[in-house]
């Protein structure tokens, strides 16, 4: 039984990661002001317009960004965490639960903009061997811009040179130390 219970806990976080891994590119594909009409930009908008519309009709956006995206990543991320514990056979109470759920989306947006980043400085040395990047592409690449562009206007001109995605690496590991410091010592103070 227990093996059945592990196939079932990867089941529910995969699908759910995966779900919330579409709706957090729809959002940021939102911030960047990316092209809604590139292919991958409408495979993410069709896949997550099924939740997505509906609760945008109760939580309307605010300065132009789509809270109703935030609001459906930390529901799937709240049912997701009550599965977990659910079949693991704990109990935890709402408050540790959204505690929980707001480090681990942030700790996931953190991670995800380190590989992006990452994978935007391979794609610029296989563009320029190449000759281009795919238009595909293009959307990742204008999601790292919200964090490559402030990174840029802190460096001097370099010429040819962009050091901005060590500055963003470097930013992205402090913000990480910083929250898995501060973690324990919430979760500490809602449990005492």
């Known amino acids: 039984m227990d093996a059945l219970k592990e196939i079932v806990i990867l089941l529910v976080k995969t699908g759910t990661s995966v779900f919330m891994f579409l709706v957090w590119l729809r959002f940021l594909l939102q911030v960047a002001g990316a092209d809604f009409y590139n292919p991958m930009s409408q495979f993410v908008v069709r896949a997550t317009s099924p939740l997505l519309n509906p609760l945008r009709r109760a939580v309307p956006g605010f300065f132009g960004l789509d809270i109703a995206?935030?609001?459906?990543?930390?529901?799937?991320?709240?049912?997701?965490?009550?599965?977990?514990?659910?079949?693991?056979?704990?109990?935890?109470?709402?408050?540790?639960?959204?505690?929980?759920?707001?480090?681990?989306?942030?700790?996931?947006?953190?991670?995800?903009?380190?590989?992006?980043?990452?994978?935007?400085?391979?794609?610029?040395?296989?563009?320029m061997a190449s000759g281009g990047v795919n238009p595909g592409l293009m959307p990742l690449l204008q999601i790292a811009e919200i964090v490559l562009a402030p990174c840029r206007r802190l460096l001097p001109n370099l010429g040819g040179f962009d050091l901005s995605p060590i500055i963003a690496f470097l930013a992205l590991q402090i913000f990480g130390i910083l929250l898995n410091a501060l973690e324990p010592q919430v979760l500490s103070a809602l449990a005492g």
């Open 69 to 127: 995206a935030l609001v459906l990543i930390v529901l799937i991320k709240l049912i997701q965490l009550a599965a977990v514990v659910h079949l693991d056979g704990l109990v935890a109470t709402p408050a540790l639960l959204v505690v929980t759920a707001v480090f681990d989306l942030l700790q996931s947006a953190i991670d995800f903009f380190f590989w992006l980043i990452l994978g935007t400085v391979i794609l610029s040395w296989v563009a």
